[in-house]
């Protein structure tokens, strides 16, 4: 028996929810706990906001392997002068993070921590 996400099986039948009302007010006829879609369904859903580094003619290119390099650049020299917690620079480790393969990311994380990354911050 197939079910989705809104269906709950029942006693060997399904009963299909489409609100949170009817899932609490059916709650008695489980025969097995689902507190997963009990959980899903008490809960309002969250908007995430996703986004990517935005265009910078800099880098007109489809290559964004310098825009990234730079922006990691950027950021950690905007930290070693204005300090840990200065809110503008969270724009380039936005950008950075949403341009960057993590792997070069963690490279150049260890290199800057034995003092041999090859930029200059």
């Known amino acids: ?16 929810i489409s609100t949170k009302e009817e899932l609490y007010k ?3 006829q489980f025969d097995f ?4 879609l009990a959980v899903m369904a008490a809960k309002k859903e969250a908007k995430i906001e996703l986004s990517t580094a935005p265009f910078d003619p800099r880098f ?3 290559n964004q392997t310098r825009y990234c390099w730079q922006s990691y650049v950027d950021y950690h ?8 917690g200065y809110e503008p620079c969270e724009y380039f480790r936005k950008c950075y993070e949403s341009l960057c393969p993590f792997a070069w ?3 150049w994380d260890t290199q800057r921590e034995e003092n041999r990354f090859p930029g200059k911050i």
């Open 33 to 36: 706990a689902m507190p997963s």
């Open 105 to 107: 990311v963690e490279k």
């Open 77 to 84: 020299r905007c930290r070693k002068l204005k300090g840990e």
């Open 26 to 28: 059916n709650a008695e």
């Open 60 to 62: 007109p290119n489809q």
């Open 1 to 16: 028996m197939e079910c989705s996400l809104r269906c709950v099986i029942v006693r060997a039948k399904s009963v299909f």
